[in-house]
């Protein structure tokens, strides 16, 4: 069984930066992609970013359309852990940020979710 624990969410001021954090405690293989998707009040969960296995540092990235180069996604391969940097903060990054973790097997996880709230 495998359980992601996230961290690092909270209130943060327009223009603000925030680091989050997902590490994923037990295995079932490798892992293929790690990412980050949030999901607003009222709207569908959309994705941050994501990031392939690759080397020790992670691989190939690819962001949503609205990151803009804001943010910043990386892991830890050895720590089975990803981070997402989020710099130049908007409200309406306001958002639940949930980790998603998925393995060579097919089989993909979700964390319970991170509240990221920007405002003045």
């Known amino acids: 069984q495998v359980q992601l624990v996230e961290s690092g969410g909270g209130l943060e001021q327009p223009g603000g930066s925030l680091r989050l954090s997902c590490a994923a405690r037990g295995s079932i293989g490798s892992i293929n992609f790690m990412g980050w998707y949030r999901q607003a009040p009222g709207k569908e969960r959309e994705l941050v970013a994501r990031?392939?296995?690759?080397?020790?540092?992670?691989?190939?990235?690819n962001y949503g359309d609205f990151v803009k180069g804001r943010f910043t996604i990386s892991r830890d391969n050895a720590k089975s852990t990803v981070y997402l940097q989020m710099n130049s903060l908007k409200p309406e990054d306001t958002a639940v940020y949930y980790c998603n973790v998925q393995y060579r097997l097919g089989i993909t996880y979700w964390g319970q979710g991170t509240q990221v709230t920007v405002s003045s």
């Open positions: 990031i392939t296995s690759g080397g020790p540092s992670g691989g190939s990235t």
